[in-house]
């Protein structure tokens, strides 16, 4: 056990990887905090429309889609991954929609099949083109974080290094999908909780629904490669649900996003020098840390908040109770 | 190996040859593509060894095969009968939750003697599934969040734990970490001898609990409302399917991969679901869906060495439920696509019937056939689409066509079918003016469609109610039941009916 978990050590966990790598740390962090930012901003509205698991089955079914596209245009560009999993996650939201409306599958077996095919389909052709792709399924499973300080030449605009390349596209999508949050604020509201409202008001509700799948997929295929399919998952949901337990407005579990974002990438690169072990997943953990946190101390649907609540009200419940049919 | 068992094996594999040479085509096809490129270099090599592994596959002279297949059809047993009960009662999301909260497990499993110990694994991988399952329903319980999210966040946490732990385990200076990531994807060909006898275990007692608790497992699938009022213990009932859930997806584990366990839980016994209406039908359709599945997958994946067999065990039960969602008799798209073709004709046939009987009572009756001009006329059709109107009617043997085409004559069976459809259209709209009290400008339209759907009970049921009146809201006359069947038994039976119902 002893291997397996090293002794904390401050100066070897925290203070040497800024000391000695300075350069190639931060732009892991930075990775993985835009990661988190973005998809935690999208994954917002996801949880508000119950359909944290459609954002499961396109994070898995965009993988056929980046493949193909490599495949077919035989380069690693944005571009042909953007679209190739715009494609994906399109056909996967007419697919589970099909087989609901045209069988008497549920939803729910019907999401399970679309997905889990796609992906089977996906890793089988990861698996008989890996010389020719670049992919393989360490990087499909839990990514690449740790090449991304190793993507030369940098990008460079107007004469300015600004850094790795998908340090940069990740960081112009977090931007966009901020701007993009804020600009459709009430559009994206009222659709979330009320669509009937929303079509009095002149919101068409199936456009924002097919508008966010799509910036889902791209939001996914950015932090693809360096997170892989199954942890944008974590990334999509945990924010949301963290927030939840902290605030009861919209607005501010918005802007809780990019704070979580930069304790859980801080913090999951810390832990994952501290273990020595895959640093996508050990900002995950870290993100589930901070939920767990949320979840006892969280002031709104927190448990210790709840039971001191209980306490508090105590006299006027069991005065109530006779009324309200408890006993 | 006694050569008795090898006689066994190769009678049915004579069959089973045969069957198997389409995918094994269809693979070809597929694993040609990446060669074509560069086949002048590698493409002989690959074709002989893929064949040779075909052949070693199918003798079953290789026990590693053996085990794979066995352990393929032990699998599709077990997953097709707890699936078929996560898929009614609507928890397919959470078997997938559940296959994917397993991996902290896995890793722990493997870390408590450092070696690919099946039963520690097996130990490890269910008390972790059964963990996350158990944090969802505390999650969804003690807050608001919804139980998708928790879903998804178990989902995705537990996953990521345990990449955690394996990537630990990989730096770690000691130990046998071979195999290890076999469980991610699954490999089929790594399938031990002490790895079947859990999945035996598991399999028989899967079994045996569904046997015994069949009527419990039904009642509390299908009305848990029911199943509590008469006293069964759901939540018992419940956990109970958990448990025996999270050692199927553990023993799956091995060859499917954690990420795909789910799909085997899942497509199986959707596909069963679309082809029958009785649970005990689907149980036994997605068991043998399942192993159907496992066999192909474990056999495509053992062609090349790298290949992992989850995703290819995936594809084939995919393609088993697109088969049944296009061809299932009652559920398939392409049936019903069919059927509604064949009954819109039928409308269309009964609807040129019935403008034969309008034309001819505008003309008193008289005479034997109509003119097609003026049947066009009436319609405000052309000429030719009338025509082939008729034809389908000619086709159907319900008229023919007079040679220079200008006359239709009606069969006697088709001069029937379409008294009967005016009588139909008639009744119905005197019954809505005379009893639903709409307006008779109103009830045409209604009329309209159910003129082809009204069976004789339902029109003899209106005719007594409407006093077996002869004249419809618009003053047309209905046709009678004697007009419609000239014959002596319609008539005795119309007076039976009468009698019985008259005042």
Redesign the interface.
Known sequence: MNELIPDFDFQRVVVAPWASDFQGNIWVVLMGFFAITACGLVGQYLVLRRMALVGDAISHSVLPGIVIAFLLLKSRSSGAMFVGALFAAVLTTVLIEFIQKKSRVKQDAAIGIVFTSLFALGVIMVSLFTSQIDLDLDCVLHGEIVNVPLEFPFVQVAGLTLGPSSVVRMAAVSLITAVLVMGFYRQLLVSSFDPGLAGSLGVNASVVHYALMGWLSVVVVSCFDSVGAILVVAMLILPATTASMVTDRLPWALASVPLQALLSALGGFHLATWLNCAIAPAMVVASCGLFALAWIFGPVDGQWAKRRRRRANALPDAVLDPFLGKS | MPPSFQETVRTPNGRLRGRIGLSHLLFLA??SI?FAARAARVGDVVETSVWTQAVRFLTLSDPSVRYALLGAVLIGVSTGLLGSFI?VR????A??ALS?AVLPGVALGF?WNMSKDPMAIFVGATLAGLLGTAFVSW?TS?????E??????V???F???????????Q????GNKSGINSF??GQAAAIGPSDLKLMAIVTVGALLGVGLFYRQLLVTSFDPGFARASGLPVRWVHHGLMLFLAFAVVIALQAVGV??V??L???P??TA??LTDRMHRMLAIAVAAGVAAGVAGSFVSFLAP???T???I??AS?SL?SAA?LFSPR?G?LLRWWHQRSRNARVARENTLKAIYHLSEAHGFKGEGALVRELAERRRSTLEEELVRIRGLVAAGWATLSDDRAVVYPTPAGWQRGSEIVRNHRLWELYLTNAAQISPDHVHEDAEKIEHVLGEELVRELERRLQFATVDPHGKAIPAIGDIRGSAPSRGDTTIGFRRSGP
């Open positions: 597929i694993a990446p898929v609507r928890m397919a999301m078997g997938d994917h870390l999650i003690t807050t608001r969040i919804k998708d999210a928790a879903l998804g966040m989902l995705a946490g996953f990521s734990v345990g990449l955690c732990l394996m990537s630990m385990i730096g770690l200076p000691t991610i994807f990420v795909l789910s799909a839980l899942i497509i016994a959707a679901y679309l790298a290949l992992p989850g995703p290819f995936v594809l995919a439920f969602f559920q798209l």
